[in-house]
């Protein structure tokens, strides 16, 4: 396993040394999996967004926003509620057109340390199940620093 602190947000989380990291000036870290296809340069990937929040800004309503936004694209969205580092959070599975192809994704959301944190996995819906175990292996990682 490789990993990523960013000492700036506060945070760390572990991924497999296979993947890649990439720079990417939109996301706190930008990994993808290796391609089982030859002609695509990827099938699965990772990224994480952080951003200071108003301190009584809670998980629900940051989830709210984020589920009227996805919900609008997909509406068989499916959410649930989980324990990443020890920290409540909230995930949607939604499908979402992205650079002409169908993307499905598993997106995570933390609020906690005045910011909210979204991790996000995303494959093509034909390989999605072959990265899911790799996706929570690497969600269930994350730990925020204090």
């Known amino acids: 396993m490789q990993n990523f602190v960013s000492e700036k947000k506060k945070y760390f989380i572990e991924y497999p040394a296979?993947?890649?990291?990439?720079?990417?000036?939109?996301f706190d870290i930008s990994i993808f999996a290796p391609s089982k296809n030859v002609k695509a340069p990827s099938s699965a990937?990772?990224?994480?967004?952080?951003?200071?929040?108003?301190?009584?800004?809670?998980?629900?309503?940051?989830?709210?926003d984020i589920l009227a936004q996805f919900s609008k694209e997909d509406p068989k969205i499916q959410?649930?509620?989980s324990t990443i580092g020890g920290i409540?959070?909230?995930?949607?599975?939604?499908?979402?057109?992205?650079?002409?192809?169908?993307?499905?994704?598993?997106?995570?959301?933390?609020?906690?340390?005045?910011?909210?944190?979204?991790?996000?996995?995303?494959?093509?819906?034909?390989?999605f199940t072959?990265?899911?175990?790799?996706?929570?292996?690497?969600?269930?990682?994350f730990r925020l620093n204090s």
């Open 45 to 64: 990937n990772m990224t994480i967004v952080s951003e200071g929040i108003e301190n009584s800004v809670t998980l629900d309503e940051v989830y709210s």
């Open 79 to 81: 959410t649930g509620e």
């Open 130 to 141: 072959d990265f899911q175990s790799e996706f929570e292996t690497i969600a269930s990682s």
């Open 88 to 127: 409540a959070s909230k995930w949607t599975l939604h499908t979402q057109a992205m650079f002409g192809l169908e993307i499905k994704v598993l997106q995570y959301i933390i609020v906690a340390q005045n910011k909210k944190y979204l991790i996000a996995f995303s494959a093509v819906p034909s390989d």
């Open 18 to 26: 296979h993947w890649t990291q990439v720079p990417a000036s939109l």
